[in-house]
Nanobody, 114 residues
Framework: QETLVESGGGLVQPGGSLRLSCVAS????????MAWFRQAPGKQREFIAR???????NYADSVKGRFAISRDNAKNAVYLQMNSLKLEDTAVYYC????????WGQGTQVTVST
């Protein structure tokens, strides 16, 4: 069974930075466009960033200019560099293929707080 394991979350002050990692089993990353999603308390899971197999990226307006998605096919990993974090970025962050083809992992909690 293919798995997705997210890590790198934590507690950070507004304006701070975090780098999230997602390591996938098998050939998930090298074979698919990948994406990051997040789910804040009481809200639906939402798309935030996507990277194609060729490396082109797109972002939700809420994170554009602050977050950067990248991939390392050799490591079967996807990353999310998050800068200038805001209180409203607090959420559990998940990765998956852009088409959401696999079971969600446990995610990684990001808490932005003073």
């Amino acid at each position: 069974q293919e798995t997705l394991v997210e890590s790198g979350g934590g507690l950070v002050q507004p304006g701070g930075s975090l780098r999230l990692s997602c390591v996938a089993s098998g050939s998930i990353v090298r074979s698919n466009a990948m994406a990051w999603f997040r789910q804040a308390p009481g809200k639906q899971r939402e798309f935030i960033a996507r990277i194609s197999t060729s490396g082109s990226t797109n972002y939700a307006d809420s994170v554009k200019g602050r977050f950067a998605i990248s991939r390392d096919n050799a490591k079967n990993a996807v990353y999310l560099q998050m800068n200038s974090l805001k209180l409203e970025d607090t959420a559990v962050y998940y990765c998956n293929t852009a088409m959401i083809q696999f079971t969600w992992g446990q995610g990684t909690q990001v808490t932005v707080s003073t």
